[in-house]
C-alpha cells in the first residue's frame, strides 16, 4: 500500500455540523475517513485552529455561509504538510491556511486533518509559531490589514488616537493590542466593563462604553475625536466613527455586529476627506497575505499574545460557538488538536 493510500484510509477527529428534519442544526464530534475530503493539492495535519465569527454562522445553519450539511466549519488552520502534490510544499513543512472557502464549503479547520488547494497554503512566517498563528488567525490577520491601510495612508503614531470598536472581541482585541504594539495611541470601546482591565493590559490607553460612539443628534458633522479606526460594528456605531474622525483621516470597517446598513452624511468625505475602507480578509490575494503576515510577524507581534488566548480542545468547540454566536467572549479562543 502506498503513502496516499495509507493516508486515505486513516480516520480522523472532527466537528461535523447537520441539518436536523426539524430545521435545527447539531454540532458534534465525529469520526472521519481522509477519502471523505475532496481532493486537492495539499494534506495537512492541523494542530491548531481558532474560532471566528464566521465559524459561529455556519455552525448555526447561516446558508449566506455554509450552503451544504453537513459541514465541518472552521476558516483557520494551522499544522504539518502530510501530502502534497504541488511542488511548493514538502511532506513536514509547518503552513497555515486562513480565510479562503476553508470552513465555508470546504471542510474546514476543525478537524484533525484538512485538503486545500496549494494556493490558499501559505509557510509558517517565521518569527511566529503555529500556535501563535491561530492565536492571531483570520481575527488578527483582519486586524493587521486595517492597520495595514492605516499605516500605507501615512497615519503615524503622533497623528492622534486610532479607535476600535467591539474591543473585546476577536478582531477588536487584536487590533487593539497590535496598535500599542506599533506604538498607537489606542482608544478601545467596549460593552463589556469585564474587559477594562485585559484591554489595559494589551496597551489600550483609553477606554470608552459602546453608547459613546452611537451618537443620535443628526449632526453633519462631529467634534475630531480619532485620526483613524478599526470598527467591527456597522450602522450607526460606523455612522458616529465617520463622523468624529479628524482631517485626512482613516476608518477600516470590517463587521456589522449592530448592523449591516449605513447612514451617513456626506460631510466627512467631502469636508474632512475621510477615507472610509472596506477589510475583505478571506479572499485577500497571496503576495498581499504574505506581506500582512510579514507586517504581523516584524510589527505587531504583542508580547501579551498568548494572553489573549483561552485554549480549547476539539470536544469543546460546539459549546464555544454559542458562546462566540452570543459575543460574549473576550480575546481569542485558540483550538488545540489532541496529538
Ligand atoms: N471582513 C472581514 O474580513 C472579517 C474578518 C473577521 C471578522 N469579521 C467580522 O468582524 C466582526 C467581529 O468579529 P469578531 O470575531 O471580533 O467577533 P467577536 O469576537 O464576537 O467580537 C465582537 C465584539 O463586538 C462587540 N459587539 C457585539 N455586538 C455588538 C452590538 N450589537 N453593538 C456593538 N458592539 C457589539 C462586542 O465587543 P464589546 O463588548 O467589547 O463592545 C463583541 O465582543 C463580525 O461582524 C465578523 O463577521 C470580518
Known amino acids: 500500500m502506498n503513502s496516499t493510500q495509507q493516508a486515505n484510509d486513516q480516520k480522523f477527529r472532527a466537528i461535523v455540523v447537520t ?21 486537492h493539492d495539499v494534506l495537512i495535519r492541523v494542530l491548531f485552529s481558532g474560532i ?3 465559524d459561529a454562522l455556519s455552525a448555526s445553519g447561516h446558508k449566506g455561509i455554509t450552503r451544504r450539511f ?11 504538510v502530510v501530502e502534497s502534490a504541488n511542488q511548493q510544499f514538502q511532506p513536514g513543512d509547518e503552513v497555515i491556511v486562513t480565510g479562503y472557502d476553508l470552513g465555508m464549503n470546504t471542510s474546514g479547520g476543525f478537524a484533525e486533518y484538512i485538503r486545500v488547494p496549494a494556493g490558499w ?5 517565521e518569527g511566529l509559531s503555529l500556535e501563535e498563528c491561530m492565536i492571531i488567525g483570520t481575527s488578527g490577520f483582519t486586524a493587521a490589514s486595517a ?22 472581541g476577536a478582531v477588536g482585541s487584536m487590533a487593539v493590542a497590535m496598535l500599542a504594539t506599533a506604538g498607537y495611541n489606542v482608544l478601545a470601546s467596549s460593552g463589556k466593563p469585564e474587559a477594562e482591565t485585559i484591554l489595559r493590559q494589551i496597551g489600550a490607553s483609553e477606554i470608552t462604553g459602546r453608547e459613546a460612539i452611537d451618537d443620535k443628534s443628526g449632526k453633519g458633522l462631529l467634534p475630531a475625536r480619532w485620526i483613524a479606526a478599526l470598527d467591527t460594528v456597522g450602522g450607526n456605531t460606523l455612522a458616529t466613527v465617520l463622523l468624529s474622525t479628524a482631517e485626512r483621516g482613516l476608518v477600516a470597517n470590517c463587521g456589522m455586529l449592530a448592523s449591516d446598513k449605513l447612514e451617513v452624511p456626506v460631510f466627512p468625505f ?3 476627506g475621510v477615507r472610509l475602507v ?3 480578509s ?38 464555544a460557538l454559542i458562546r462566540m454566536k452570543a459575543s460574549e467572549n473576550i480575546g481569542k479562543i485558540l483550538v488545540r488538536m489532541a496529538v
Open 19 to 39: 441539518e436536523e428534519k426539524n430545521g435545527s442544526f447539531s454540532v458534534n464530534v465525529q469520526t472521519r475517513n481522509i477519502s471523505d475530503l475532496i481532493t
Open 52 to 54: 471566528n465569527y464566521k
Open 70 to 80: 453537513p459541514h465541518t466549519p472552521g476558516i483557520d488552520a494551522a499544522g504539518i
Open 121 to 125: 497554503v501559505v509557510k509558517k512566517p
Open 147 to 168: 492597520i495595514f491601510e492605516i499605516m500605507k495612508h501615512g497615519i503615524r503614531p503622533e497623528d492622534g488616537k486610532i479607535l476600535v470598536t467591539g474591543a473585546s
Open 270 to 272: 467631502i469636508i474632512r
Open 278 to 280: 472596506g477589510i475583505a
Open 282 to 319: 478571506a479572499d485577500t490575494p497571496m503576495s498581499r497575505r504574505l506581506e500582512i503576515w510579514k507586517l504581523i510577524a516584524d510589527k505587531l507581534k504583542s508580547e501579551h499574545l498568548h494572553s489573549l488566548a483561552q485554549t480549547i480542545s476539539l470536544d469543546e468547540i460546539p459549546e
